[in-house]
């Protein structure tokens, strides 16, 4: 088990004075990228007289995989799954004028009679001794009242300086956090991302010009610059889970991804081997959950067959979504979309190996957007300018 910083100690000792305490209120644990968030979670089960039974959750079943592997890698023998599978169970399709209450711009939800989504109703499944909520500035308003119904001690862990939800404030724009990570870990200082990630934050207008100053790719995208860039030199390929573009809107996603195909001679198919794409819905039947990837190794007419960045395997049809209609009476079949870009939203919870940020100057690129963006790279960085 790892030994903690001075910062870590402090944390922990306040959240056990917390816990025990019997407590009614949650706990807050805050802490910019690099700081030792995650690192500090295995060490709970070392920090008690009696350590309490805990359940890890995260707002996506991406990000619920992200911590499990980070937990197992800590020797901690505990699966994360999503607040969804703790708290709720879907009971049925909300249509036309009910879904307004759903009306989520970054899923591209405008009250259209043909969009439908999941309701959830409130049944949960555990009550645990301590509740660890992941990724916690992702986590909205509605949902933070259930899980305070459980009424179990919660420990809200998460980045102050991400996105908020999509739709209300987050709990670090609500209250301060009970204590704060400050000092960056030894490990994160080897990597520039994390002072670039600093700088942005801070809403330094020279932020790009220092990020080229740092050793950081700065491209532009039209076909007729010297420096121009060419998906075709990522390292991984943008056929590999590991490289993602990163954009402002649905629209410039959906830009990206018809690019990049067409770069990459994928052809006028919507669908073929090789191709990536992310689950739009999820899917217990398969293990299949919305934000997780996978690679396209075959089609056979209406059939695909998928492997999972979880190593999970699917064969059977599927559903594009944006292309096809999604019938009420199939919501078991997986959703999937074209994923060499996403939105800044989408990545959040996830981490990738080589991050290309597109640069559009649009009103969603502020500085926290910015910064949620840079700290989704865990190697390599670029930032790529539209003309």
């Not at 970054?106 to 949960?124: I, S, V």
Request: proline share 8%.
């Amino acid at each position: 088990m790892l030994t903690p910083n001075p910062d870590q100690a402090q944390a922990l000792a306040r959240i056990q004075e917390w816990y025990l305490s019997d407590p009614t209120e949650p706990f807050i644990l805050g802490g910019l990228a690099g700081t030792g968030k995650t690192a500090l979670l295995p060490m709970l089960h070392s920090g008690f007289e009696h350590t309490p039974r805990i359940r890890y959750v995260c707002p996506t079943w991406k990000a619920a995989h992200v911590l499990t592997t980070k937990l197992k890698d800590a020797g901690v023998h505990a699966s994360a799954t999503s607040i969804h599978n703790l708290i709720y169970n879907p009971r049925g399709i909300l249509h036309e004028e009910d879904c307004g209450i759903w009306d989520r711009p970054e899923d591209g939800c405008t009250r259209n009679p043909k969009c439908k989504k999941l309701a959830w109703e409130y049944d949960p499944k555990d009550k645990p001794q301590l509740l660890v909520v992941d990724e916690a500035s992702m986590v909205d308003p509605r949902i933070r009242e259930d899980i305070a119904r459980l009424g179990t001690p919660t420990l809200y862990v998460g980045d102050h300086g991400q996105l908020p939800p999509v739709q209300g404030t987050s709990v670090f724009d609500e209250r301060r956090p009970d204590a704060l990570l400050e000092r960056i870990q030894r490990q994160a200082l080897d990597s520039p991302i994390i002072p670039l990630s600093r700088i942005v934050r801070d809403g330094d207008t020279s932020w790009l010009r220092q990020a080229e100053l740092m050793g950081f790719p700065v491209l532009e995208a039209g076909p007729r610059s010297d420096h121009r860039y060419d998906p075709r030199a990522a390292i991984p390929p943008h056929s590999d889970p590991g490289t993602v573009f990163i954009a402002a809107t649905n629209k410039g996603v959906d830009r990206l991804n018809a690019l990049t195909r067409r770069v990459l001679g994928r052809g006028p198919e919507n669908l073929v081997p090789g191709e990536l794409v992310m689950a739009q819905n999820n899917n217990r039947r398969t293990s299949i959950y919305n934000g997780q990837q996978g690679v396209i190794t075959d089609v056979d007419g209406d059939d695909i067959y998928l492997t999972m960045e979880t190593g999970v395997k699917y064969a059977g049809p599927s559903l594009i979504k944006g292309i096809d209609e999604v019938p009420d009476n199939q919501i078991d079949i997986p959703v999937i979309r074209h994923s060499y870009a996403v939105t800044c939203h989408k990545a959040q919870g996830s981490e990738f190996r080589n991050v290309v940020v597109y640069l559009t100057g649009s009103r969603p690129e502020t500085s926290r957007w910015l910064y949620t963006a840079v700290t989704r790279a865990t190697h390599d960085l670029t930032f790529v300018r539209a003309m």
